[in-house]
Each structure stands twice: as C-alpha cells, then as structure tokens.
Antibody, heavy 114, light 109 residues
Framework: EVQLVESGGGLVKPGESLRLSCAASRFSFNNAWMSWVRQAPGKGLEWVGRFKSGTAEYGAPVKGRFTISGDDSKNTLYLQMSSLKTEDTAIYYC?????????WGQGTLVTVSS | QAVVTQEPSLTVSPGGTVTLTCGSSTGAVTGRHYAYWFQQKPGHAPRTLIYDTSIKHSWTPARFSASLLGGKAALTLSGAQPEDEAEYYCLLSYSGARVFGGGTKLTVL
C-alpha cells in the first residue's frame, strides 16, 4: 500500500520559516508530479504547488515565499516555507494526483501566530 | 491568478440528479484545463473522483459523470445516495499553475 507521510508542522511566528517533509513509501516519485495542497481550518482546498524532476510550479499566494524540492534517494518531498503569514495557517497535504494517481498523506498542521 | 467558481451549496433528494459546475474567470473551461473533481468528507483527506475533464478512477461510482457544459466543467450525480453528501472541489490547470474552486457543499436530503 502506498503511503505518504507528512511531518514538520507546528506553531511558528509570523515572518518565520518552516520546512515540511513528505516521505513516500511503495511509491517512487522520481518522474512523478508531487503536489502540496493546503486547507485552512473550516475552509476550502488551496493548491500550493507541485514538483517533478527539478521543476516546480507554485500557486500565486505562495510564489516567491515557498520552495518545493525533492530528494529521489530518500523518496521525500519538501516544502520550504519562508516569510510565513497568519493566512498560511492550514493543514498541509502532500499528494500524488497526476497521471491517474490518487495518493494523499494525512496532512500536517501549520499554525502561524504571534 | 484566475478565480475558479463553484456553487457554494446544492441539495439533492435521494435518488435524484444534480449537476455541479466549475467556471473560470479567464473564460470558457476547455479540455486544456484538465479539470479534476475531488470529494472530501469531514475529517478526511480529499479523494479524486474525476481527472482530465471526464476520466473516472476505478473507485468512482458509476453514478458520477463529468463533462464540459456551457463553458464550464460539470460533475453530474445521477441517483444520489446518502453517502454522496460531502464537499466537492474542482481543480483547473493554467499554464504553470493550478487553482481550486471554492467547493460545493452537497446535501442529500
């Protein structure tokens, strides 16, 4: 069974940085698009971005502040978040939804508050 | 960034038919937007029902279908079941980015 496990969430202050990780098991994301999707408490889904083989795409609310990368040797996806704002507070999901895939992690909560 | 619009809420009777739509602020939704439809139930991660406009996953119940309709992406549920009560999100692709709609809360009542 494919598993995506996010980690690294927590409480940070506005302006600070945080790095999330997504470890994949029984799924190789080498040459697969891997996405980050977030959901603020009680709100809808928001596309953060996706990454494949060194290429990253970003949603407008995070472009320039967030960086997505991957380590094929560790089968791990990363989301480096900088200059965090209170509106970045959300559950962050790692997901593989391209090319007929549909795998999601359980999500990790990021809270940005002073 | 483009804005993707969905009906905030819809209600359907058990056994009834309902169509959810997904529009784009940039104009008509076409096959090049590769529309996705997701179902999310409270406390759970989303699940993909439809990708690339109309392709179903193996787990997608036959009562769900999707298409382009009147310049929008559309998800039609025919023969609604109580377990279909959920939030539904569409996702559209634009060159270099993707955007979710605000979601439709579907009530089966």
């Amino acid at each position: 069974e494919v598993q995506l496990v996010e980690s690294g969430g927590g409480l940070v202050k506005p302006g600070e940085s945080l790095r999330l990780s997504c470890a994949a098991s029984r799924f190789s994301f080498n040459n697969a698009w891997m996405s980050w999707v977030r959901q603020a408490p009680g709100k809808g889904l928001e596309w953060v971005g996706r990454f494949k083989s060194g290429t990253a795409e970003y949603g407008a609310p995070v472009k320039g502040r967030f960086t997505i990368s991957g380590d094929d040797s560790k089968n791990t996806l990363y989301l480096q978040m900088s200059s965090l704002k209170t509106e970045d507070t959300a559950i962050y999901y790692c997901a593989a939804i391209d090319n007929g895939n549909d795998y999601w992690g359980q999500g990790t909560l990021v809270t940005v508050s002073s | 960034q483009a804005v993707v619009t969905q009906e905030p809420s819809l209600t359907v009777s058990p056994g009834g038919t309902v169509t959810l739509t997904c529009g784009s602020s940039t104009g008509a939704v076409t096959g090049r937007h590769y529309a996705y439809w997701f179902q999310q139930k409270p406390g759970h991660a989303p699940r993909t029902l439809i990708y690339d406009t109309s392709i179903k996953h193996s787990w997608t119940p036959a009562r769900f279908s999707a298409s382009l309709l009147g310049g929008k992406a559309a998800l039609t549920l025919s023969g609604a079941q109580p377990e279909d009560e959920a939030e539904y999100y569409c996702l559209l692709s634009y060159s270099g980015a993707r955007v979710f709609g605000g979601g439709t809360k579907l009530t089966v009542l």
